[in-house]
């Protein structure tokens, strides 16, 4: 097996909250493969938001790093994401890691054109920094460099399938129906061409012919590009249509990573066979059985594996003891006393 | 819930209200300033023994020159023309600040209720007119509508505060005019409407009981702002006569020796007056952030 | 788009404009005899009986009301005894004092309070924060007059820099006319010595300016801090900063760019209202310093009770009231382009 494109160890992270310490991240081991689709699945408050940003290390101010490293394999050398300094991470988003957020009118500024809000990092990474702007022999090379982003911008726009680029560019965020904005949102998060894009749930808040036509959208840029998608999201029936692989997180432990196929056909932890029977099928004449308890409080979490309170299958160690990740075959790795073993 | 028992729950929550108050610094401070000031005025027939027959005029302490602070004037006096004992002027001027505060805010907080209720909730072109009445008046600043105002009438410090409410109730009725809008399409509203209730009987029990918070909040900072301008309408000559305990009209006095280096007969009436301000603003900033959250959470009366 | 707001702007304000004059001939009507408004000091008993046929103060008031609105409109204000001029020319001739004075105090205000608005919505909750709040509560808090005078008392007494009014004797004497030949284009003292190429005198200008705009500011950047503090604090958490942030920009970089840019629009709002104030905090600065503008000229005719006066600067005052508020609307809608789509 190749090396991964990012490799997450041992990644400890809790926030500190006004009612205790949440402990929103525990011990946590990934790998990503380049130009792979990773979906990160599971329940609100599992952790998949604060991982895939801690990949790119957007973090609000009171979340704290515990443990564990972040490596990214950046031209042969890993790299530690963690330690790099907040300089070295802001020349490093946009351009090798990017995101697009669930709500693309919360995103974009209300205030500024499309134009600016897809190329001004383009502009500033390209084309240099502002004090460059007064070298006045750069005068020209400046005004064709940005007509040349303002081309890049078309074509990607075009690719993206956006009506009338043109016009867009010029247009305000309201101006925009959502699947467009959403579009405005992929255009700049790509056109730096970075090698990992974390969306952060993109087609939640969309139609559902909209959300169609942009899962089909990312996984034809996926292949152009040869992009690694890292993919939130909460509904496995989109995780099942666009990964390649599916990450599932219960609060904050990773408990089972497999490739899609093979997860649905032998869902292995106990949460993910729950999961997947909670997934309604309309033409199949069969209750749904939801799974019994509620999702535990990351201020005091359950010991050991923390799904054992609801866990049919719980045997003493599980409270006592968290669960590896461990092969199970090859491409799955599941995390439970009971079940993650070779058979 | 009727008006009497929604005003009994209001009041059983006023510890509560207060000791989150006490909580914040600012809002602490604010209450401890306020505080000091209604001790003074409830005290300053001890603290500064009452001038017979009318308390409210200070006292004279004749001399050449305005006498520096000291033990037996500790605000100094303001010497020739009007020699007065400043510390008398302000501790009595708390009094009449009270007055005027009160007063002010409490009748145009009155009117602009009334307007601003009776505004929203007909609606149509009782609404449009009342409005383009209140648009007028907001079009000109305060002092200066205030001022057009009493120099019209003649000098006294009742025309003034007469002046002031007609300068404040707009305002006021701005911003219940606002909240009645919203409130009118309540739920609770349209069950009372549906029960048979007469118009005024929901105007008046179940509309503006929620709809008076805004303005309320507005108004607990206004006790410190409504000063402000009332001194400056003093200071101009058109509120208290010369002589009265009042900090505004004690100030413009006190300008005749502040070149010659006497600073005490402008410096401490101003300082009466900035924390007054003060205490009455974060007071009111405290108010608003402890009843916003309970905004939110009282939505249903009656 | 923009231009039809424009209009529409424009057209919506004559309304309040028919408002503001009937709120002001009502006041001309509170006062005992209202001809006086019109009636000269050297006036004979026939001019004064002129006068009453003239603005037809015999017939019914809203007859008076339009003659009072035509006089109005051709610039006739009535007379002004304070002054001893009419009042339009009394107007005309203090303006240029008080322009420059506001002006310089505005400007400053507003850069001053944007500044430290910024700084403290950045570091909130962080000793600076502190400080700037303060800084601006205690300018909301304090008495403009009594400021005014505190300042005075430091720069005319203490520092013995300069004392009141626009400009020193010593230099009034050397070039203003009759003495000298100065020269005045805009009315603006700073302004005409530069055009004039004087520099003594727009040192002076300059060094007598220092005091009341100190005042003004101090007590209007108090305004502007707090609201630009405010505004960035909200767009601090919006979403865009996130995703602004994602694309690589420095952090700098989305406050300059983007949370700036969105925090200025409630800004331009309070902008707007507060250069009115600026106008009535002027009333009461200029009495003290003694500066020959519009605020002094309106604070005498209070207290001498010039009534055509008051009136007169009160209806300037509204009337310059409703044109910022349509340059403000105007200007939101520039910055704010979701406001054009009326």
């Known amino acids: ?343 | 819930m009727r008006v009497p028992e929604f005003m009994a729950e209001r009041l059983a929550n006023f510890k509560e209200l207060f000791r989150e108050l006490y909580a914040n610094p600012l809002s602490r401070a604010g209450l401890i300033m306020i505080s000091l000031y209604v001790f003074m005025a409830v005290a300053a027939p001890i603290l500064a023994p009452p001038n017979y027959p009318d308390p409210f005029k200070i006292p004279k302490v004749y001399s050449s020159v305005p006498l520096p602070p000291s033990m037996k004037h500790p605000f100094g006096t303001s010497g020739p023309p009007g020699y007065y004992d400043i510390y008398y002027g302000v501790i009595w001027g708390t009094l009449i600040s009270l007055r005027i505060s009160i007063t002010v805010v409490g009748l145009a907080l009155l009117i602009g209720v009334l307007v601003g209720g009776i505004s929203g909730y007909a609606g149509g072109v009782l609404d449009n007119m009342l409005m383009r009445v209140t648009d007028v008046f907001l079009s000109l600043p305060g002092l200066i509508l205030a001022l057009a105002i009493a120099s019209m009438l003649e000098r006294s410090l009742e025309n003034m505060i007469l002046a002031l409410i007609a300068v404040w109730w707009p305002g006021y009725a701005r911003v219940v005019r606002a909240e009645v809008l919203k409130v009118k399409n309540e739920p609770y509203v349209e069950a009372a409407k549906i029960i048979g209730a007469s118009k005024l009987r929901i105007l008046f029990k179940h509309i503006l009981p929620n709809a008076i918070y805004t303005a309320l909040v507005i108004a607990s900072m206004d006790l410190g702002l409504v000063v402000l301008v009332a001194s400056g309408l003093s200071f101009l000559g058109l509120g208290a006569e010369p002589g009265t305990a009042e900090w505004g009209v004690m100030i413009s006095e006190g300008r005749n020796w502040l070149l010659q280096g006497k600073w005490w007969p402008v410096f401490f009436p101003g300082v009466a007056i900035f924390f007054w301000v003060l205490g009455w603003s974060l007071l009111g900033d405290g108010i608003r952030d402890v009843l916003d959250p309970r905004l939110k959470k009282k939505g249903v009366i009656g | 788009m923009l231009l039809k707001y424009i209009i529409f702007r424009i057209l919506s304000a004559i309304p309040t404009l028919l408002g503001l004059s009937i709120l002001i001939f009502s006041l001309t009507r509170l006062i005992g005899d209202p001809a006086a408004i019109y009636i000269h000091p050297d006036m004979t008993p026939e001019d004064i009986q002129r006068v009453r046929e003239m603005y037809h103060f015999n017939d019914p008031i809203y007859v008076q009301y339009i003659y009072w609105l035509k006089g109005v409109l051709h610039g006739d204000l009535g007379y002004s005894v304070t002054a001893n001029m009419p009042v339009m020319e009394a107007i005309k001739s203090y303006l240029p004092a008080t322009i420059e004075l506001a002006l310089y105090a505005f400007a400053l205000s507003v850069v001053i309070g944007i500044y430290l608005g910024s700084k403290a919505a950045v570091n909130k909750d962080k000793p600076v924060d502190h400080m700037v709040r303060i800084i601006a509560l205690s300018g909301y808090s304090m008495p403009v007059f009594w400021l005014a005078l505190m300042l005075l008392f430091l720069f005319y007494r203490v520092f013995n820099l300069v004392g009141p009014g626009r400009l020193s004797l010593a230099i009034r004497f050397k070039y203003m006319p009759p003495y000298g030949d100065f020269k005045f284009y805009t009315g603006l003292l700073t302004i005409d010595a530069l055009l004039n190429g004087n520099l003594e005198v727009f040192v002076d200008a300059v060094k007598h300016l220092i005091p009341p705009v100190l005042t003004q500011t101090y007590i209007h950047l108090a305004i502007f801090t707090r609201v630009l503090r405010s505004s960035m604090i909200e767009e601090m958490s919006k979403g865009y900063v996130d995703f602004a942030l994602s694309k690589g920009l420095s952090y700098k970089t989305v406050i300059r760019e983007y949370i700036r840019r969105n925090a200025y629009i409630p800004l331009v709002n309070v902008a707007g209202l507060q250069f009115v104030g600026l106008v009535s905090g002027v009333v009461l600065t200029e009495t003290v310093f003694n500066w020959p503008g519009l605020g002094r000229f309106a604070a005498n005719a209070a207290m001498q009770l010039d009534h055509a006066a008051i009136v007169g600067f009160t209806l300037f005052v509204g009337m310059l009231f409703v044109i910022i508020n349509i340059i403000v609307d105007i200007l939101q809608a520039y910055l704010d382009p979701r406001i054009r789509l009326e």
């Open chain 1, 1 to 343: 097996m190749k090396e991964p494109l990012i490799s997450i160890r041992d990644f400890t992270l809790d926030y500190i909250g006004t009612y205790g310490i949440v402990k929103a991240l525990d011990k946590v081991n990934l790998d990503i493969y380049e130009g792979e689709t990773l979906a990160l699945v599971g329940e609100s408050g599992c952790g998949k938001t604060t991982l895939a940003r801690s990949i790119i290390r957007l973090l609000p101010s009171n979340a704290v790093i515990r443990g564990g490293h972040i490596l990214l394999n950046l031209k042969g050398k890993f790299v530690n994401l963690l330690d790099l300094t907040e300089d070295e991470m802001t020349k490093i988003r946009g351009s090798v890691i990017s995101m697009i957020f669930q709500e693309p009118s919360a995103a974009l500024s209300p205030v500024h054109t499309i134009k600016k809000q897809i190329l001004d990092h383009y502009m500033e990474k390209i084309l240099g920094r502002g004090i460059s702007k007064l070298i006045i022999k750069r005068e020209r090379s400046r005004r064709e460099g940005l007509k040349r982003a303002v081309d890049q911008a078309i074509r990607l726009l075009q690719r993206i399938r956006m009506p009338a680029p043109h016009d867009v560019l010029e247009k305000y965020p309201h101006e925009l129906s959502g699947g467009m904005k959403q579009r405005a949102m992929i255009a700049s998060a790509l056109i730096l061409r970075p090698k990992i894009i974390v969306a952060d749930e993109p087609t939640t808040a969309l139609d559902v012919t909209v959300q169609a036509q942009i899962l089909k959208l990312l996984n034809e840029l996926k292949r152009e590009f040869k992009t690694t998608i890292v993919f939130i999201t909460h509904n496995l029936a989109v995780a099942a249509e666009i990964a390649d692989r599916i990450a599932v997180m219960y609060a904050g432990q990773l408990v089972e990573v497999a490739d899609t196929y093979k997860l649905f056909k032998n869902p292995i932890h106990p949460y993910t066979r729950g999961l997947i029977k909670s997934i309604p099928k309309p033409h199949v004449d069969e209750e749904i059985e939801p799974i019994p308890g509620d999702v535990p409080s990351l201020v005091n979490p359950p010991s050991g594996c923390r799904f054992h309170p609801r866990c049919a299958y719980a045997k003493p160690i599980c409270s006592k003891l968290r669960p590896d990740l461990r092969d199970v075959d090859e491409r799955h790795m599941v995390a439970c006393h009971v079940w993650g073993y070779l058979e």
